[in-house]
């Protein structure tokens, strides 16, 4: 492949994966690739090799008539989180053990672990969420880990339930926050292994909660 096809189709891969994942184009919506490349602007070869790369997430599923954006039960959502959880419990342990005082700056600006956090519109508070994973993520200085769990863990559940928090879930998850940056700081890898651990598990059962 050359250099432009590969660079057409990672455009592709990218626009369509964040239109999956924050909303734009629903579960069960089916993919026509004429269409998408109308719409992006892009040939219809790089749209399919797009589609493929996003079938191997797991983000869209490869029917008779070309692909179909996945809707996820339940059961797998749990599964997903479970792993979430264990790759997230890790990167905490190692940003303890490993962040710079540059790192441990970054997450304290960053703020998510403040009350005026809590505050703040969902969309917001969705952001700084995933600003501070990213953080911890860096610190952990594992970018192996970083791409696994990215993989992993960005789907349409988790960016649209997580617009739904009550104020006291949201004031939950900004103290859980406050924990894992606690501990990071204080450099004791098994408590933020475990505040991070919680925090994970504690987002699973809100999201189901959100679905029923």
């Known amino acids: 492949m050359t250099e432009v096809a590969l660079s057409l189709t990672e455009e592709a891969h990218r626009r369509i994966r964040t239109d999956i994942i924050e909303g734009r184009i629903r579960p069960n919506v089916h993919l026509v690739a004429n269409d998408l490349a ?7 070869t790089p749209i399919r090799e797009a589609l493929q790369l996003l079938a191997n997430e797991g983000l869209v599923v490869a029917t008779k008539r070309g692909f ?3 809707e ?4 797998e959502i749990r599964l997903i989180y479970e792993v979430r959880a264990a790759l997230e419990e890790m990167a905490a342990r190692l940003a303890a053990l490993r962040a710079t005082d540059e790192h441990i700056t970054a997450l304290e600006k960053l703020g998510a ?5 809590a505050e703040s519109p969902r969309d917001v508070i969705v952001d700084l969420n995933d600003a501070f994973h990213e953080a ?3 610190a952990a200085g594992n970018p192996r880990l970083a791409n696994i769990n990215a993989r992993n863990s960005e ?3 988790n960016y649209n339930i997580a617009k739904l928090y009550s104020h006291e879930e949201a004031a939950l998850a900004i103290a859980e926050h406050e924990a894992m940056l ?5 450099r004791d890898p098994d408590a933020a292994a475990r505040a991070s651990r919680e925090h994970v598990l504690n987002a699973l059962e809100v999201t189901l909660q959100k679905l029923r």
């Open 182 to 186: 606690k501990a990071i700081k204080k």
């Open 155 to 157: 789907h349409f559940f």
């Open 68 to 70: 179909v954006v996945r």
């Open 38 to 44: 109308q719409q992006l602007q892009i040939s219809r």
């Open 136 to 138: 911890i993520m860096i």
């Open 72 to 75: 996820h039960s339940a059961e």
């Open 113 to 117: 672990h403040t009350k005026a956090a």
